[in-house]
């Protein structure tokens, strides 16, 4: 998986083509990352007690992995992701600046 939690990403297709924002979850089984803001959709919410009233909420929904691409903290560039061993880690690099994630 490229893309975690807390990583800052550009959407590259979509309604929110071209926001940036912040990862807020991933699920990797499925592919799909949950990101701040973006693919924003209303639900109607039934009301649950009495006297209360029904309400339009707006939910966020996931993304696929395939339409977002990760942002490089120092050149602030859309990237792919590269990965290299440092010692005995293994770590995730910029391809245009060489710059570790």
């Given amino acids: 998986m490229n893309i975690k939690k807390n990583d800052t990403v550009k959407i590259i297709s979509g309604n929110d083509r071209g926001m940036i924002a912040k990862v807020n979850e991933v ?5 799909r990352v949950l990101v701040e803001g973006a693919n924003l959709f209303k639900k109607h919410v039934k009301p ?5 009233k029904g309400q339009v909420v707006t939910v966020p929904r996931p993304l696929a992995l395939s339409k977002v691409m990760l942002v ?6 859309a990237i792919r992701v590269a990965y290299k ?17």
């Fill in 27 to 31: 699920f990797s089984s499925e592919g």
């Fill in 48 to 52: 649950r007690r009495d006297g209360e």
């Fill in 72 to 77: 490089c903290p120092s050149c602030k560039k």
């Fill in 85 to 101: 061993m440092e010692g005995e880690k293994k770590v995730r690099y910029c391809r245009k600046c060489q710059a570790i994630i």
